[in-house]
């Protein structure tokens, strides 16, 4: 945490996920003021990429239990399919001809699928792009 006055910024090690606390106290010349009380945090820390590949994408949370968001971004896409397969390649979840304009925010429910690595995978308009997440109970 660093700062002064009365804004401060936090910065976080990028592969923390989990729960954290959060306290403050001031301090001067005069010394140090008393801690306040702690305010918990979930830090997320979504997997992503970004539109490099002409899709943007986030899942969060990542790890998650089967429910999780996808977040699209795209400038040159405007429809996609989605595709989800576990570690040996086979599919377990598809979404065809899902129709966005420049970002998409979807729920998507998986809790029946056991723990383990997926692949998601979203493609349109001859662009594709894939990405990992965890399903952990």
Same mark, same amino acid.
């Given at each position: 945490v660093?700062g002064?006055?009365? %804004?401060?910024?936090?910065?976080?090690?990028?592969?923390?996920?989990?729960m954290?606390t959060?306290?403050a106290?001031?301090?001067n010349?005069?010394?140090? !003021?008393?801690a306040?009380?702690?305010?918990?945090?979930?830090?997320?820390?979504?997997?992503?990429?970004?539109?490099i590949?002409?899709?943007?994408?986030?899942?969060?949370?990542?790890p998650?239990? !089967?429910?999780?968001?996808l977040?699209?971004?795209?400038?040159v896409?405007?429809n996609? +399919?989605?595709?989800?397969?576990?570690a040996?390649?086979? %599919?377990?979840?598809t979404?065809?001809?899902?129709?966005?304009q420049?970002?998409l925010?979807k729920?998507i429910?998986?809790?029946?699928?056991?723990?383990?690595?997926?692949?998601?995978?979203? +493609?349109? +308009?001859?662009v594709? %792009?894939?990405?990992?997440?965890?399903i952990?109970?």
């Amino acid at each position: 945490v660093s700062g002064t006055g009365l %804004t401060g910024a936090v910065t976080w090690d990028k592969t923390f996920r989990g729960m954290a606390t959060l306290q403050a106290k001031a301090s001067n010349s005069c010394g140090e !003021g008393l801690a306040s009380e702690g305010k918990p945090v979930t830090i997320f820390a979504p997997v992503g990429i970004s539109e490099i590949d002409g899709i943007g994408i986030d899942i969060f949370p990542n790890p998650n239990d !089967g429910n999780f968001t996808l977040d699209l971004t795209s400038s040159v896409v405007n429809n996609v +399919n989605i595709t989800i397969m576990n570690a040996l390649g086979v %599919t377990v979840y598809t979404a065809r001809d899902v129709k966005f304009q420049d970002k998409l925010h979807k729920n998507i429910h998986l809790t029946g699928l056991p723990q383990g690595i997926y692949h998601l995978k979203v +493609n349109g +308009n001859g662009v594709a %792009t894939s990405v990992k997440f965890v399903i952990g109970k």
